[in-house]
């Protein structure tokens, strides 16, 4: 669009970029709605608030004996429906006296505009976070006494890993912990030493290390009550889209705006094994899944 105080002719301002540039330093930030938590299997094309994803879990099919005299039996694939509904839609907008030269300018590196994007990635992460805890299969809490506290925070994990196995939930795990629990937790020789253990070192997306079959993160963002989280990335789905930048003249300023709007939703996933399959052929969401389980811990308070 070319403003009255502006050359027709030098009217560059291209959204793509900006779009590219948001997400790369969108993405970095998530911890609960990153790919390590959440899968994003089921995005498909979302247009607006309200539009609904639909999930099908295809039943595992009985095995059956095969004898000469009966033969084989045929069976019908069934399915059971489940529903994610983009809930979300949260903007973007800033106002900048020319857009074009914002851009040149790289305008997301600006210390407001990264502010409002860590405010954005803030929103969703804590609103998957949500999702995740509801969902996840309580187990008892953690009471570490003064002494044993980063011992008792390793055998939580430890117990989850456990809980996870006699579910048969696959490898590939993840571990999200408070940085309260990452502040002791890091005392453990096996997570203090997990270059010999797993892997060490911090990357994106909150990563403190890789130890056990699992990816350990730290987040800020832990629901209440919450302290420790465990699970796959197969059992919470986060599907998310911005709808790309715009870029208009401002009705009350002199001014241009620059906007965008985040669409996002997230569910747990249920599974024909672990979850119970209702008469309507949904599943029953009221009950927590196996795939997740959390714990909060009790601090001592000397």
């Not at 539009?51 to 084989?72: C, E, F, K, Q």
């Not at 903007?91 to 997301?108: M, N």
């Amino acid at each position: 669009m070319t403003l009255a105080y502006q050359q027709p002719g030098t009217t560059t301002f291209i959204p793509e970029i900006w779009d590219a540039e948001l997400l790369t330093q969108f993405d970095p930030l998530l911890v609960w709605a990153s790919p390590f938590v959440a899968n994003n299997k089921y995005e498909g094309e979302i247009r607006k608030k309200g539009d609904v994803v639909h999930i099908n879990s295809l039943l595992r099919p009985t095995v059956g004996d095969y004898t000469i005299a009966d033969g084989m039996t045929a069976q019908r694939p069934e399915t059971v429906d489940q529903k994610l509904t983009i809930t979300e839609a949260k903007y973007l907008q800033v106002l900048v006296e020319d857009a074009e030269r914002v851009q040149l300018a790289g305008g997301l590196d600006s210390p407001i505009n990264q502010q409002m994007i860590r405010a954005l990635a803030r929103e969703a992460d804590s609103f998957m976070g949500s999702i995740i805890a509801s969902g996840a299969t309580a187990l008892p809490a953690v009471v570490p006494t003064a002494n044993n506290i980063p011992q008792s925070l390793y055998s939580a994990i430890l117990d989850m890993m456990l809980a996870l196995d006699d579910n048969d939930i696959p490898a590939g795990r993840y571990v999200v912990v408070s940085p309260r629990v990452k502040r002791y937790l890091i005392e453990h020789p096996a997570v203090a030493n997990a270059a010999a253990y797993g892997e060490g070192g911090v990357t994106a997306n909150g990563v403190v290390a890789r130890l056990a079959g699992f990816t350990i993160l730290t987040t800020t963002a832990m629901p209440a009550g919450v302290d420790i989280v465990a699970g796959h990335s197969e059992f919470a789905t986060y599907a998310s889209q911005f709808t790309g930048f715009r870029e208009g003249q401002s009705e009350k300023y002199r001014a241009d705006y620059i906007d965008t709007l985040h669409l996002y939703g997230g569910k747990i996933v249920r599974y024909p094994e672990l979850d119970t399959k209702k008469a309507d052929s949904t599943f029953d969401e009221s009950k927590p899944t196996k795939g997740i389980c959390k714990a909060a811990v009790t601090w001592p308070t000397s």
